[in-house]
């Protein structure tokens, strides 16, 4: 105990940052408690995001497959049951949060039940519905509480009509017409879900374009795929109201007039930090307008003793992210040296099919004014594609003109996510185009993607080197 205080350190939040962090803070022989309000170790990544709809994802494909193999199609009589599927994620849900609880225990960290609020910048009082009310101490704290869904405007979500991402696992059965509202990460990941399971999806959003992060070239080609299995966008559009009035259908009036109905409406518009309960002014800490906090590039809050990680700091707001978070604020607060974060975040979208990107987009090297290659690949031709039967996966790398270095890597289609640490790789180790040009790949593979496309963006290299005089553009770009 150090100080006379409880805790060396208290996590509040049991999700990927809180977990990581106390196992660190564990691991460096600190006297470690982490509080959790559900009852249930994990975070959202166990319990309502990441695994749940990884699992329910993996359910979905496995259906795809089997009806594939029996030539039969989602159709009215083969329609699966949505109990089937939640059934399979609430096992792994299970499971993955066993693992983590047991890992807590393995590590003699504490595991205290109840919403966490301050009472003054080193106490916690902690609600326990079942135990009452327990204050607990610590010298140091780590906040890492998370996001939860913004609510739908002028209308309560109902669990069955309404949802948030958070409640798709209680749905009763499956729809017949989904609405989802929002076209970010967790909207087209559902929608193309939904999709392959024969649901009619109508999704919409204000903007032009979804994912505007990624590479155009790959939105266009999920946007593509997505409608071959009738999922239309609305996009450019705003919700005026939502009327839930009647038990078995929503209606959504959009801004423009038009007029959708479904008897499923998925509102995923955004997250907000889950500080609203955590009484942060007995801390002296505040929140932004989206309840997120503020920290260095230590992870410290405004307030020393007090650190916080994963997605109540904001971007990017990953599992991955959020884990590599947790551990380092914990090896800051007990005067350890983690090293620089490397900033070469991947991206992994598990739409169907997946996408994955890492380093820049066509789109930023154009605005950029940086001279580069394309080199492409596409799954049709690799032989691994055609053992796993899929014809539309589409693999790019985009290298500097001059410098050969390998500036991004965009994947769609099977295997995307994995896939692309490869490139993520020969990207932090500085390497590039000859890289791929001088190894050999495990065939039949999709890593063969990587081999083919670096020829490809080789022979044009070669063929541009015969036929162009340097552009003044790129002899800028290089500072010649
Ligand atoms: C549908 C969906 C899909 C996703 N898919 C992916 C993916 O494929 N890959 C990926 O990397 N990321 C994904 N994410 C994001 C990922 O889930 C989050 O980045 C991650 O869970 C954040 O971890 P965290 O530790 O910051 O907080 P969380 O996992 O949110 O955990 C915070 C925990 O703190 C608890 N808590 C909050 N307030 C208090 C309090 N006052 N007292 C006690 N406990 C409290 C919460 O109940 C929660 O259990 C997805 C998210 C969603 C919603």
């Known amino acids: 105990m150090s100080h006379g205080y409880d805790y060396d350190l208290l996590c509040i939040g049991s999700g990927p940052a809180g977990q990581r962090g106390a196992v660190a803070a564990a691991k460096m022989g600190k006297r470690v408690a982490v509080i959790e309000n559900r009852r249930i170790v994990g975070g959202v990544a166990v319990t309502t995001g990441t695994i749940p709809s990884k699992t329910f994802r993996e359910a979905v494909l496995h259906l795809k ?76 704290i780590l906040l890492a509480v998370g996001t939860r869904p913004a609510a739908p405007p002028g209308i309560e ?60 070239e790959m939105v266009d080609e999920l946007i593509h795929q997505m409608r071959n299995v009738r999922v239309s966008f609305r996009l450019g559009e705003r919700v005026a109201s939502v009327n839930a009035a009647d038990k078995s259908k929503v209606l959504v009036q959009l801004e423009s007039g038009k007029r959708l109905v479904g008897d499923l409406m998925l509102f995923s518009v955004g997250r907000v930090g889950a500080t609203d309960t955590l009484n942060l002014a007995a801390a002296g800490l505040g929140c932004d307008e989206r309840g997120r906090i503020a920290v260095n590039d230590r992870f410290q809050t405004e307030v020393a003793h007090i650190y916080a990680a994963g997605d109540v700091i904001g971007y990017p707001a990953l599992a991955s992210t959020s884990s590599a978070q947790g551990r380092r604020a914990a090896c800051y607060a007990f005067g350890g040296e983690p090293g620089d974060i490397n900033q070469l975040f991947p991206f992994g979208i598990y739409a169907i099919p997946e996408i994955s990107m890492v380093g820049q987009t066509e789109q930023e090297l154009t605005k950029e004014r940086v001279p580069y290659e394309v080199g492409i690949a596409r799954y049709r031709e690799i032989a691994r594609g055609q053992i796993l039967g899929d014809d539309s996966g589409l693999f790019k790398m985009l290298f500097h003109r001059h410098t050969r270095k390998l500036l991004g890597v965009h994947i769609i289609g099977t295997g995307a996510t994995e896939l692309l640490h490869i490139g993520q790789a020969v990207m932090t180790l500085d390497g590039g185009l000859d890289y791929f040009l001088g190894s050999v790949f495990n065939y039949p593979t999709l890593a063969e993607c990587y081999k083919v496309a670096a020829f490809d963006a080789q022979n044009k290299l070669a063929y541009s080197a015969e036929t162009e005089a340097p552009q003044l553009s790129e002899v800028k770009a290089e500072g010649v």
């Open 65 to 140: 497959k089997s009806a594939i193999q029996n030539r039969e199609r989602f159709q009215r009589k083969t329609r699966p049951q949505i109990q089937d599927l939640l059934g399979r994620v609430s096992e792994v849900v299970q499971r993955e949060s066993d693992v983590m609880e047991r890992q807590l225990e393995r590590n003699d960290i504490d595991l205290l039940w109840g919403n966490a609020s301050f009472r003054n910048p080193h106490v916690v009082a902690i609600d326990d519905p079942e135990k009452g009310e327990r204050i607990v101490t610590a010298d140091k």
């Open 157 to 216: 979500p109902d669990g069955q009509r309404v949802i948030t991402s958070d409640m798709l696992l209680q749905l009763a059965r499956l729809p017949r017409k989904m609405i989802v509202v929002g076209a970010g990460v967790i909207g087209i990941e559902y929608a193309a879900m939904f999709a392959e399971l024969g649901v009619d999806v109508t999704v919409v959003d204000g903007r032009e374009r979804p994912l505007e992060f990624l590479d155009r």
